[in-house]
């Protein structure tokens, strides 16, 4: 099975889920084939540290935080399709911004199927992102279902 078609067929499988997020690990895949990938599928892909990075540096510090979430449910809600890939997320882990990571694209992909690549470890439901001690070190567990490794 190509990757398109497993792509596929796990957004199939989550449509309709009270969260509709899937995670694809490419540690060990390069990621721009991935994306291609994806975009083979006619799935809008925003790389979030660009896009989130652009409109928070109009803004102080301490009103950052609360502009995330608003500013990805734009992204999100300007999508035609029901439908969106996040990419590049790292600036989502920088602790200026103090996000719960699952919980921001939890609360994103109600209505919407949310596709985010991951860029840290994948250990069977275990997402890790930076080593334990460093500064933006986060911990999700997710369900495995909801989890690609490649």
């Known amino acids: 099975m190509s990757l398109t078609e497993r792509i596929q067929r796990e957004i199939d499988q989550i449509s309709g889920q009270r969260h509709q997020l899937l995670f ?8 721009n084939s991935v994306i291609d990938q994806v975009q083979t599928l006619l799935i809008p892909t925003y790389n979030l540290s660009l896009e989130l990075s652009r409109h928070l540096r109009e803004f102080p510090v301490q009103k950052r935080q609360r502009e995330v979430s608003a500013f990805l449910r734009q992204l999100v809600n300007k999508s035609e399709r029901k439908i969106v890939c996040f990419n590049n997320i790292e600036y989502i882990f920088d602790p200026e911004l103090t996000q719960d990571p699952l919980r921001l694209f939890e609360s994103l992909s109600g209505n919407v199927v949310v596709i985010v690549i991951w860029p840290g470890n994948v250990d069977g439901s275990t997402l890790t992102y930076a080593v334990p001690g460093h500064p933006e070190h986060t911990t999700l567990q997710v369900q495995k279902e909801n989890i690609i490794t490649l």
């Not at 694809?24 to 990621?31: A, E, L």
């Open 24 to 31: 694809i690990s490419c540690v060990t895949t390069d990621m």
